[in-house]
């Protein structure tokens, strides 16, 4: 079955960089997201990527994917106290499939 | 303001009450979806309705039975729930998840924080 896996917590110091990392097992997968939820809220789209690309770079965030592995990471450079949150993976295969998301990493940033 | 709003946001209740659970979404999407969110766990999938269809319910007991009257609206009604429900449970909008030709993003509500005593 479909599955995607990432670890539960992080924790950076302020000014660092961050990555996170996701892997998944539906290779038919089209598109790849990362969710950011913050205390009280839900998830709001942070960044995607489709499954024909490698990296996608907006502003602080950059995503890498390999394709061959599976594995989908994202990194935050210069990583700030207000990045903490949960941060979920999800990936979409063929249509007419819902999202399939992970637990979600716990980043904490530290000052 | 993500356009999909969610009432109540805090709900406690017995296991023998009936209570509903409400979505409205100003996106004009097509597709509606309620996901539970429990602690360490993945999001798991309940009910996704496609221009007023339901066209996935995985598995979900029927103390939990989902209403979606119009495109904008989706409901879960909840009665003789259990402990295990309490959860955050999240709804959500897409433009249209049949379509293969969108990035298929979701429009998530803030959730509706359930507990069950």
């Known amino acids: 079955g479909e599955d995607v896996e990432q670890s539960l917590f992080l924790s950076v110091r302020e000014g660092d960089s961050s990555v996170i990392n996701c892997t998944y097992t539906d290779s038919s997968s089209t598109y790849l997201y990362w969710y950011k939820q913050e205390p009280g809220a839900g998830l709001q789209l942070l960044t995607y990527?489709?499954?024909?690309?490698d990296m996608k770079q907006d502003q602080r965030l950059t995503v890498l994917l390999n394709k061959k592995d599976k594995h989908l990471s994202l990194r935050i450079a210069d990583t700030q106290t207000g990045d903490s949150a949960i941060y979920f993976c999800a990936e979409k295969g063929q249509a007419g499939t819902a999202l399939i998301f992970g637990k979600g990493t716990t980043l904490s940033v530290s000052s | 303001e993500t356009g999909v709003t969610q009432t109540p946001r805090h709900l406690v209740m017995g296991m023998t009450n009936k209570k509903s659970l409400k979505c409205e979404q100003h996106?004009?999407?097509?597709?509606m979806y309620w996901y539970k969110q429990s602690a360490k766990k993945p999001l798991e999938l309940m009910f996704v309705y496609n221009f007023k269809e339901q066209t996935e319910n995985n598995s979900v007991p029927s103390r939990f039975s989902p209403e979606c009257p119009n495109s904008s609206h989706l409901f879960l009604h909840l009665h003789t729930l259990q402990p295990e429900d309490s959860a955050l449970y999240l709804c959500a909008s897409s433009q249209d998840h049949l379509a293969g030709v969108n990035t298929g993003e979701l429009f998530f509500g803030e959730g509706s924080r359930l507990t069950v005593l």
């Open positions: 990527i489709f499954s024909n690309m």
């Open positions: 996106l004009g999407h097509n597709a």
